[in-house]
């Protein structure tokens, strides 16, 4: 049948390590969190007999989403969802607490034809399974009501009662991260599982093609830090806007003098960039104005900083050389912002992940975090104008050089490479 909008999803939170916290929220609570963003309007939990799963949630739960408990031990554990397959005109989805479902395989999952099922192969971690289930399935579930969900979907793939994902064939690139990433449902019922789950969900919230400083830099500084949120009270746009109070505080640091003080500023902001949007990620707590803030203040204070070192450097005096340099630096600034935009406008993709030699034009460019950590070293031995001169022109070059790619590219309809 094709699928009307799922609003209910039911999740078997049986197994213990559902309320094993990874990142700020347990697997349960990541779970019913992702289904809240999805559109879901209703979750129903089997939880064990013994177990109150909402004890060990980290956050509270979003008020969007209703929330019911009923617990496990009375014969028929499935008698719930069985319950909800009967009295519901959609589709139910159905998954298992204790897993790292990606979301991705969720929404196409969602989006075909009920019944559907994805068993995840066997791989690099323990499989999982996920399902949309109508009122036809129920008697199938009641007849395998002692097997665990995951046997279920697997004996229904096998008997042909439904179809199956075809993971094989899914795209694993994603835009966003600048990566790829297989599809995966992971079932974590050990400490090893919880291992892989953790590794899988890292990759989700750090882009894979960056800036040297970005790539080998910040990561220890940025997850450790998130890690210590996670579980505070603090949410992503506070860190945001306390970059913003060193960003302006930069500024006037670099106009005055204080050049040494300011890169200091500067580079941990960079590390903070990288903090909101891990722990917005993480904890699910990522919206439209927490990415325009960020990304909007961004480009305004990196333009800010670089006039503002261009006013000291010159004293004021804009026919000077060190005025020269800053313009050169500026102009290519916003050459460096406004290229890569339209070639995502055009292409579809980002300029810097388009191909090998692309992600390596990443990783050495002119780019704030690159040129901050250039600014810092050099200013600690004394060279911090001659490493402005250099960073201008490095600006330059990177900024001539997307510009040719983008005009390689759409000119050549050349295809991107992985």
Not at 22 to 48: C, H, Q, S
Request: charge should be neutral; glycine fraction near 6%.
């Amino acid at each position: 049948m094709e699928n009307q909008q799922l609003k209910t999803v039911w999740i078997d939170a049986r197994h213990p390590m559902g309320n094993q916290q990874l990142w700020g929220l347990t697997l349960l609570e990541r779970n019913i969190r992702e289904m809240d963003k999805m559109g879901f309007e209703e979750a129903v939990v089997l939880a064990a007999a013994d177990d109150s799963p909402s004890q060990h949630f980290c956050h509270r739960l979003p008020d969007s989403i209703s929330v019911s408990f009923v617990k496990a031990g009375t014969g028929n554990d499935y008698q719930s969802l069985i319950g909800l397959l009967g009295s519901s005109a959609a589709p139910v989805l159905v998954l298992s607490g204790n897993a790292l479902n990606d979301r991705r395989v969720i929404s196409e999952l969602i989006s075909l034809p009920s019944p559907y099922a994805a068993l995840a192969p066997s791989g690099d971690f323990k499989p999982a399974a996920a399902a949309c289930f109508t009122k036809n399935e129920a008697a199938f579930i009641e007849a395998n009501k002692g097997l665990e969900l995951d046997a279920i979907v697997k004996k229904g793939l096998e008997e042909g009662l439904f179809p199956g994902f075809d993971f094989a064939a899914f795209d694993p690139y994603i835009k966003s991260l600048r990566r790829e990433i297989p599809p995966y449902l992971i079932k974590v019922e050990t400490q090893s599982d919880y291992g892989d789950a953790n590794r899988y969900l890292k990759l989700t919230v750090h882009k894979g093609t960056n800036d040297f400083v970005a790539k080998y830099i910040h990561p220890p500084f940025e997850f450790g830090i998130t890690k210590l949120l996670a579980t505070t009270p603090v949410i992503p746009n506070h860190v945001t806007f306390l970059g913003i109070a060193l960003s302006a505080t930069t500024v006037y640091c670099f106009a005055t003098g204080q050049v040494l003080l300011g890169a200091v500023l500067a580079a941990t902001k960079g590390i903070l960039d990288g903090v909101d949007g891990k722990l917005a990620r993480f904890l699910l707590k990522y919206s439209k104005f927490g990415d325009l803030l960020d990304h909007v203040s961004d480009t305004i204070f990196d333009a800010l900083w670089y006039l503002a070192l261009g006013w000291f450097f010159s004293q004021g005096d804009w026919s000077s050389p060190a005025a020269c340099y800053t313009m050169i630096l500026f102009v290519s600034y916003w050459v460096e912002r406004i290229v890569p935009g339209l070639f995502k406008k055009v292409h579809k993709y980002e300029i810097y992940d388009f191909s090998p030699i692309d992600r390596f034009s990443r990783l050495i460019g002119s780019r704030m975090n690159n040129n901050v950590w250039v600014l810092l070293i050099a200013t600690l031995f004394g060279y911090a104008q001659p490493a402005f001169y250099f960073i201008s022109i490095w600006m330059l070059v990177t900024a001539a050089w997307h510009t040719f790619r983008f005009a390689y590219v759409t000119l050549f309809k050349v295809e991107r490479k992985n």
